[in-house]
């Protein structure tokens, strides 16, 4: 039993009264996911694993052309597919 419950039937029999058998409350979880946020509906998440001075130096650049990492990373991404001959296809949301 969880503890959320014993202590709730605790409070519940001390309340009536200690003779008597207190009907414990039910907690209900919820199973609704979490909504996706709208302005990632229809994108991919891609990600990697990179040494602390590459977050700090794309958050760098980002403040100084006022712009956000994720622009700065598609854009980094659509050199990549030019370079490789895949043609630009990475668009920031």
Known sequence: MAKGNTLQAMLDRAKVGADTPAT???IVASSSPKPAQAGRHGTKL???HFAPEVSTQLRILAAEE???VQSLLG???DDLFVK???GRVARSV
Do not use: D, F
Request: without cysteine.
């Open 24 to 26: 414990p409350t039910p």
């Open 46 to 48: 891609i990600g990697g």
């Open 66 to 68: 006022g712009t956000t």
């Open 75 to 77: 854009e980094a991404l």
């Open 84 to 86: 490789k001959g895949r």
